[in-house]
Nanobody
Framework: EVQLQASGGGLVQTGGYLRLSCAAS????????IAWFRRAPGKEREGLSY????????HYTDSVRGRATISSDNAKNTVYLQMNSLKPEDTAVYYC????????????????????????WGQGTLVTVSS
């Protein structure tokens, strides 16, 4: 059974940073990628970034490109999302999700909501950015 545990959310001031963690278990990591999504109050779910466990390929959507870094510690089966220069509009519940195997274009399409490659979800962690 795929299990994902997201953590690291909290209250941070504008311009601050957070590192979110996603601890994963229950699947063959080399075949999977982990992605981060968020849902802000009153808005649709939004894909942010993914990382492939097999080759470390990453991708960022426009919302966080240049402000976020996704990384993985394969020994700990954990994926991190470092978010810098946080803004009030980054306030949301952040979720990690697992999916695969797929190619990079499929993972990117899934981040953009076009496919359901990421089909295992953890509970969210709330990030609140104060102005």
């Amino acid at each position: 059974e795929v299990q994902l545990q997201a953590s690291g959310g909290g209250l941070v001031q504008t311009g601050g940073y957070l590192r979110l963690s996603c601890a994963a278990s229950g699947f063959t990591f080399d075949d999977y990628a982990i992605a981060w999504f968020r849902r802000a109050p009153g808005k649709e779910r939004e894909g942010l970034s993914y990382i492939s466990f097999s080759d470390g390929t990453t991708h960022y959507t426009d919302s966080v490109r240049g402000r976020a870094t996704i990384s993985s510690d394969n020994a700990k089966n954990t994926v991190y999302l470092q978010m810098n220069s946080l803004k009030p509009e980054d306030t949301a519940v952040y979720y990690c999700a697992a999916g695969g195997p797929a190619n990079p274009l499929e993972y990117i399409a899934a981040l953009l909501g076009a496919t359901g490659v990421f089909n295992s979800w953890g509970q969210g962690t709330l990030v609140t950015v104060s102005s």
